[in-house]
């Protein structure tokens, strides 16, 4: 698929068009997928009642966050009692005695985080491909893989302030004027490079010792050459809604079910280092992740890697599906636009 090869020429979007785009698909992600969350946390609270000081996994379509209760009664969405039988049952009961804005509970804190990371993400995957492909040709199968890695941490490095700005909120109830109190006395005394001091932390959490890593090298890698081929057949140059869709959803699933032991090492590692750090307790020295994964399977089996197998497939297929369609709906949207405004030029 080279352009001189007699493919038509391709209109450049821009890194701000990029970004409207990735913004986009984001909010829309969000709004779709977090619904299916609310719902799996509620059963979850029914079945096993949190209590103070206990934490849960919280996921908005985008990322991952771990939240910690606070409340001792029923006040906390979470908390709010309702005798569900399943996942329609709870769907359908929430919106009928609670409202259809129930369904979304908890979202708006998250978004200051997912939101920023992936636009930045997905704006720095672009440009990185195309400079990649401008310098190293356009057939090299690693190009997606090197620009994922390196879009992540540049999306990890970006909201590492915003992750302090959380974590501190979370542990004390701040206003906005002392947030910003607080903000700007660290860069007063420690300079702006103190806002980064977690930076590390989040990296050597996130990255290695999940499947971060290895999710977003099998899902770019595998998403770039279904939806090359899939336009192969098509007889088409560049990739429909349709394509887009079908090629996020199925490179989605495929790194969701490859890398889900990686995700329940995280997500047991993470729940219990914050339990650690809100007590103020010193990390264990059995806290490295192959003796967790041993531990898992020694105590359910094989079988407890893949814990939750169902629950992210459903989550994450369409997750992916959504904003990548979505992404590239929009940057079409802007190649349409500047085509336009060339041809008037």
Known sequence: MDPEAGGPQIIKVTPLQQMLASCTGAVLTSLMVTPLDVVKIRLQAQNNPFSKGKCFVYSNGLMDHVCVCEEESNKAWYKKPGCF??????????IRNEGIKSLWSGLPPTLVMAVPAT????TCYDQLTDLLRCKLGENGSYIPIVAGIVARFGAVTVISPLELIRTKMQSKKFSYKELHQFVSKRVSEDGWISLWRGWAPTVLRDVPFSGRIYLITMYWYNYEVLKKWLCEKSGLYEPTFMISFTSGALSGSFAAVATLPFDVVKTQKQTQLWMYESHKI????????????K???????????FTGLIP????????CAIMISTYEFGKVFFQKQNAHQQQYQ
Not at 86 to 91: E, I, K, R
Request: hydrophobic share 55%; glycine share 6%.
């Open 295 to 305: 531990n898992i399977v020694a105590k359910n089996g094989f079988s407890g890697l």
């Open 85 to 94: 039988r399943g996942t329609l049952d709870a769907f359908l009961k929430i």
């Open 312 to 319: 992210r497939l459903i989550k994450i297929a369409p997750a």
């Open 282 to 293: 010193s990390v264990p020295l059995h806290m490295s992740t192959w003796t967790i994964m």
């Open 119 to 122: 636009v930045i993400y997905f």
